[in-house]
C-alpha cells in the first residue's frame, strides 16, 4: 500500500493488539533496508551477475526487484535471503508498467545515473516513502544536470536523457543528503573523468554502498571533512556482497523492549554503526550487552554477535536529544524511542533536524495519554534549518505518562512501529490499522512479535 493512502481504516489491514506485556526473546536482524535497495540498483551497473545476502523480505525491496525486472535484468532467489542479479539485457521500460511503483518508496530515484549510463536514457515514476516532509529532490537533480543529464517534468514523472554521456564534476551538496550523496557515487563511478563531492553523507549505509561499488571496479575516496572523490572508470563488474545489518530496525526493538518493560535479543546487530543509539539508550536508563561476532575455531561453533537490549527495571530518566546526519543521532530512531521517552521520569526533549515534519505521529501518542507538546522552536543546542519557520520539528516529552489502549491508523513506516510499540506498552486492547506499512521497511514483523511473546492477532 502507498503510505498516502494510508489514512484509511480498512478492516482487512487491522492488528489487534492485547498490551501490557513486556517483550521477551531474540529475534535476527538482516540487511539494512537503507543498504540493500541501493546495492540493488548498483548491480544495474556491472556487466556481469551480482549477488547480494541477506536481503529482508521487505516491500522496498520487492519494488526495486519490480523495477530492476522492468528493466531486462534478470532477479533469481538463492538461499536463505540471496538475490542474484544478471543485468546483461538492460532494456527500457513501458512508462506505464514503471508508474505501477509510483508512490511506493524513495529508491527509483536512484535508477537516474544507472540507466543514463547503460541506455542513455531514464523514466522515473513519483516517489514515495514517509510522509515527514515536502522531501524535495532538488539536490538530485541539480547533480544529474551538472554531469551533462536532461531533465524534462511530464505528467507520469521523470524523463532524463545525456546526449553528450555523463562527466565527472564538482559538486557541493546544500546539506549532507543521503540519497543526493548516493545518486552522485552511482552517477560518478561510470562518468567520464573525476567528481568531488563536498558536503556529502557518510552514513553506514552509504559507506557499504562504496564498498559495493569499490568490489565492482570503481575509485572512490572518501577524505575527512565530507569530501568523496570518485574517478569514473570505463566499466565495472558485477559483485558479491553481504550487506550492513539494519541498524535501524535493531533500534526499533531496543526501544520496544524498553517502553514494554522486557529484553529483546537483536541478532546481527552491530555496535559500531550504533554507538550514538546506545548512548543515548543508556542515558535513559536502558541496558544492553553486545556479542561480537565469532567465527568457528579449533572444533568450537561459531557465534553470530548481535545486542541484547534490556529495562532493567526502576525508573527510567528524560534525555535532551537532536537528529542529524551521521554520527548523530539518526531521525530513523527517533520516533520509536520517544514512545520509551513517555515512560521516563521529567522532561525529554527531542529536536528534530533533519526533517521538518516528523513529530506529527506525537498526537497519537497523546491520545494514548502520552502528554507531548511540539514546538516551532528549536529546542536544541544548534538551531536547524527549520528554526523560526512554521515546522513543528522540537518536542517536549513529560513522563512517566500511563498509555492506554486506542484505535490508531499509521501513517508512515517509522511512526507505524512507535504506534505499535505505544500499543504494546499500553493497557488494554488496541486497534492499529495500516500495519502492511510496516512491511516497507520490518521483516517478518508480526512473526516477531509473535516470538518475544506478543499477544497480537489478526481479527
Ligand atoms: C531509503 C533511504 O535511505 N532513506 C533514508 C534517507 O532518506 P533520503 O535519502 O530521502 O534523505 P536525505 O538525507 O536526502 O534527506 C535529508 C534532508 O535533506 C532534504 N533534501 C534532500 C534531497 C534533496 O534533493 N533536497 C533536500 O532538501 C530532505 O528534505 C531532508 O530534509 O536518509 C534519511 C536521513 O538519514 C533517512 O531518514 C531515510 O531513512
Ligand atoms: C524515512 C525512511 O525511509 P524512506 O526514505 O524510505 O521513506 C525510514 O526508513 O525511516
Not at 565495472?236 to 529484553?263: C, F, N, Q
Not at 502520552?370 to 514546538?375: E, K, S
Request: aromatic share 6%; hydrophobic share 40%; with cysteine.
Amino acid at each position: 500500500m502507498s503510505e498516502a493512502l494510508s489514512s484509511q481504516k480498512s478492516e482487512s489491514d487491522v492488528l489487534v493488539v492485547h498490551g501490557g506485556t513486556p517483550l521477551s526473546g531474540a529475534l535476527r536482524v538482516r540487511g539494512a533496508k537503507n543498504l540493500v535497495s541501493k546495492a540493488m540498483v548498483a548491480a544495474l551497473l556491472g556487466d556481469s551477475p551480482s549477488r547480494l545476502f541477506d536481503v529482508p523480505r521487505i516491500r522496498d525491496v520487492e519494488v526495486v526487484r519490480g523495477l530492476l525486472e522492468l528493466h531486462g535484468v534478470r532477479v533469481a532467489d538463492g538461499e536463505d535471503g540471496e538475490l542474484i542479479f544478471d543485468p546483461a539485457n538492460v532494456e527500457s521500460a513501458n512508462v506505464d508498467e514503471i508508474n505501477v511503483h509510483a508512490g511506493s518508496s524513495r529508491i527509483p530515484i536512484l535508477l537516474c545515473g544507472p540507466l543514463l549510463h547503460r541506455l542513455g536514457h531514464a523514466f522515473i515514476p513519483d516517489l514515495g516513502g514517509c510522509h515527514i516532509g515536502p522531501r524535495p529532490i532538488d539536490f538530485h537533480l541539480q547533480s544529474l544536470r551538472q554531469f551533462g543529464a536532461q531533465i524534462e517534468k511530464t505528467p507520469q514523472g521523470l524523463a532524463l536523457t545525456a546526449p553528450d554521456g555523463l562527466r565527472g564534476t564538482k559538486l557541493e551538496l546544500p546539506y549532507p543528503s543521503v540519497g543526493a550523496t548516493e545518486q552522485v557515487l552511482l552517477t560518478a563511478v561510470l562518468a567520464e573523468g573525476v567528481t568531488e563531492l563536498r558536503n556529502a553523507a557518510v552514513e553506514p549505509e552509504i559507506i557499504d554502498l562504496i564498498c559495493v561499488l569499490q568490489k565492482m571496479g570503481a575509485i572512490i575516496n572518501v577524505h575527512t571533512s565530507r569530501v568523496i572523490e570518485i574517478e569514473g572508470v570505463p566499466r565495472l563488474k558485477g559483485y558479491v556482497h553481504r550487506p550492513v545489518p539494519d541498524r535501524i530496525e535493531a533500534a526499533s526493538w531496543a526501544a520496544a523492549a524498553l517502553a514494554t518493560g522486557g529484553e529483546v535479543n537483536v541478532i546481527g546487530a552491530e555496535q559500531a554503526a550504533m554507538t550514538t543509539f546506545l548512548n543515548t539508550f543508556r542515558s535513559v536508563g536502558g541496558d544492553f550487552e553486545i556479542t561480537d561476532t565469532r567465527p568457528p575455531h579449533d572444533g568450537r561453533p561459531g557465534v553470530e554477535g548481535g545486542i541484547r537490549f534490556w529495562h532493567p527495571g526502576g525508573e527510567l530518566k528524560a534525555v535532551a536529544l537532536e537528529t542529524g546526519v551521521h554520527p548523530g543521532f539518526m531521525t530513523d530512531w527517533q520516533q520509536p524511542l520517544v514512545v520509551a521517552l513517555t515512560q521516563a521520569r521529567g522532561l525529554s526533549i527531542v529536536h528534530e533536524t533533519v526533517y521538518e515534519q516528523r513529530l506529527g505521529y506525537t498526537a497519537a501518542l497523546n491520545a494514548m495519554g502520552a502528554t507531548i507538546q511540539t514546538y516551532r522552536n528549536c529546542l536544541g543546542n544548534t538551531p536547524c534549518r527549520f528554526g523560526r519557520r512554521n515546522f513543528h520539528h522540537s518536542a517536549v516529552i513529560a513522563g512517566p505518562s500511563k498509555l492506554h489502549a486506542a484505535d490508531l491508523v499509521i501513517p508512515d513506516l517509522r511512526a507505524g512501529f512507535s504506534h505499535l510499540i505505544a500499543a504494546l506498552a499500553a493497557e488494554g486492547t488496541s486497534r492499529v490499522y495500516g500495519v502492511e506499512l510496516i512491511n516497507r521497511g520490518y521483516e517478518d514483523f508480526e512473526a516477531k512479535l509473535a516470538a518475544l511473546g506478543a499477544s497480537v492477532e489478526r481479527p
